[in-house]
């Protein structure tokens, strides 16, 4: 990948003034970008970032909480699940059971606002997010892609059974898991109503693909590639998958590329405009703006 240069725009100057609002250089970069488009065709891709103010740690980044730090790339796969299930389960459900805990934020409520400003203006809109937690839909989005899973729900682990992959998943809530919790066992794990094997996660584990599932919509998130026409990253660290794809697609269609973290490096690429502020305090004052535009 290419180094940072010239040609990539960063901002984490202080507030200027612009009237009788106050407008950070970010916001305004945003705000051109966004109206510039007119109806075309917005994506939104959100990680981990955007759930920090939640209260939810990263998987991945630089936040010394990441709990995925540890040994994620083994204990997130399929190959450990078939290994030791209830080592899994318990791992699972002790992160699950906090994640499920959570609200959302002003960052996440601004994005519901964004696509109802998007779309209301007769524009497209899909956010991709990356979390699991189920904070986007708490907060209202609709138009919304969870391409890694939610850890709302749980599915069978047998393929082609009708409660897993393919197309099956069922509630979180369906399984009460007291007797799990009391004594984590192969006799208390939750098992599927249909077949009775165990249930796993409904999550994208790190050996699996991007269409194991339909409920993951990967061909909604190709075709958002092939199409979109400015896209904005949200709280993601550039180090999974669908970022990339994002990334190299919206630079390859010369899209307005920008990305809202107050963390940010080094951009990954040149093109990218990297906008160093918390999204819980830009994203409302923005739509706000946009929406009195
Ligand atoms: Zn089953």
């Not at 970032?49 to 399929?78: M, Q």
């Not at 524009?123 to 969870?146: C, M, W, Y």
Request: glycine share 8%; net charge negative.
């Amino acid at each position: 990948m290419a180094k940072h240069s010239t040609s990539c725009a960063c901002y984490d100057q202080p507030m200027t003034s612009s009237g009788n609002s106050t407008v950070t250089p970010g916001q305004a970069t945003l705000t051109d970008a966004l109206t510039s488009i007119a109806g075309g065709f917005l994506v939104v891709v959100t990680g981990a970032g955007i759930s920090l103010a939640s209260g939810i740690p990263t998987f991945r980044g630089n936040d010394p909480d990441a709990v995925w730090k540890k040994d994620i790339t083994e204990l997130g796969t399929n190959r450990y699940f078939m290994q030791d299930p209830v080592a899994s389960w318990q791992w699972y459900t002790e992160r699950f059971d906090m994640v499920l805990d959570k609200q959302p934020n002003a960052a996440h409520r601004a994005l519901a606002d964004l696509e109802r400003w998007q779309t209301g203006r007769g524009g497209e809109f899909v956010l991709i997010t990356q979390n699991v937690d189920p904070l986007h839909e708490r907060a209202g989005s609709q138009r919304l892609v969870k391409v890694h899973g939610s850890a709302d729900r749980v599915r069978c682990s047998r393929a082609g059974c009708i409660n897993g992959a393919p197309r099956g998943s069922l509630p979180r809530t369906d399984f009460p898991m007291n007797a799990f919790r009391d004594n984590p066992s192969l006799p208390t794990l939750p098992r599927c109503p249909a077949c009775n094997a165990p249930m796993r996660q409904h999550v994208l584990w790190f050996d699996e693909f991007y269409d194991e599932h339909e409920s993951y919509q990967w061909s909604r998130v190709l075709d958002a590639a092939q199409r979109m026409e400015a896209l904005l990253f949200v709280g993601t660290s550039f180090s999974v998958g669908v970022t990339a794809l994002f990334l190299e697609a919206g630079l390859a269609r010369h899209c307005p590329v920008l990305s809202i973290d107050p963390g940010a490096g080094e951009a990954p690429v040149a093109g990218i405009v990297q906008i160093k502020e918390a999204a819980e305090d830009l994203l409302p004052s923005l739509v706000k703006a946009l929406q009195d535009s």
